[in-house]
């Protein structure tokens, strides 16, 4: 089966200026997170859907990012207006069940840069 | 709240030699844990996890882990180093979420440089 699949694998922007990325889950799974990795730190959780329903945001940073799921197929996740501090690797992930036993598959996720 | 901690930005080891990537972990009740591997270009792949069980957990490509209690550690173990396990490691625990365990709190990931 293909794998969690990110677009695009590198953005370059300036600071103010808006980006979406974008997550296609694995087909069939209905859970679908992001994290993200700021330079040298730790990977860090943002939100959870179940199908096109979040979950949990409360890793969201603030109101400049809006992460949608329509259809609870792909995901997009939006940076309105951009900062410096956005910069890093967005990782998507997507898992079939929840619990603590369900593997989460990651994608190459998508590097952002912020000028 | 639930935490891991790996405390060694990069591994060095010579190829043939064992290698250990150190995690430890804080988490209030039974810890859920996991090892993610990333190649250059690629994306996190699964290793091996921790849900209960025996303490040593064997995962892809030869690494195995170590689960202790009383030091609350995981750490990741091979017993023969190969150049192609060149990668930044993760090591990252279950944490609930807002309808139980959902996501992954992850450390800030280890370097490891394996030399020929």
């Known amino acids: 089966e293909a794998g969690v699949t990110q677009f695009p694998s590198h953005s370059v922007i300036e600071k103010g200026q808006t980006v979406t990325l974008r997550c296609d889950p694995i087909?069939?799974?209905?859970?679908l997170y992001w994290y993200r990795r700021v330079m040298g730190k730790e990977i860090k959780f943002l939100l959870h859907?179940?199908?096109?329903?979040?979950?949990?945001e409360s890793g969201m940073p603030n109101n400049r990012f809006l992460a949608e799921r329509t259809g609870g197929t792909y995901s997009t996740l939006k940076v309105q207006p951009a900062e410096l501090e956005d910069s890093g690797v967005y990782f998507c992930a997507s898992s079939r069940t929840v619990g603590p036993y369900n593997e989460q598959f990651f994608g190459p996720g998508t590097r952002l840069t912020v000028l | 709240a639930q935490s891991v901690a790996q405390p060694e930005d990069q591994v060095n080891v010579a190829e043939g030699n064992p290698l250990t990537v150190k995690c430890t972990y804080s988490v209030s009740g039974n810890p859920y844990l996991f090892w993610y591997v990333q190649y250059p270009n690629r994306g996190l792949q699964f290793l091996l996890k921790y849900i209960t069980g025996d303490n040593l957990v064997k995962g892809s490509y030869g690494f195995e882990a170590e689960f202790n209690k009383s030091q609350t550690s995981f750490h990741l173990k091979k017993p023969s180093a190969l150049v192609s396990d060149s990668a930044l490691y993760f090591c990252a625990v279950r944490d609930k979420g807002g309808t139980g365990f959902q996501k992954l709190v992850f450390g800030t990931g280890t370097r490891l440089l394996v030399s020929p």
């Open positions: 087909s069939g799974h209905d859970n």
């Open positions: 859907f179940v199908k096109e329903s979040k979950q949990d």
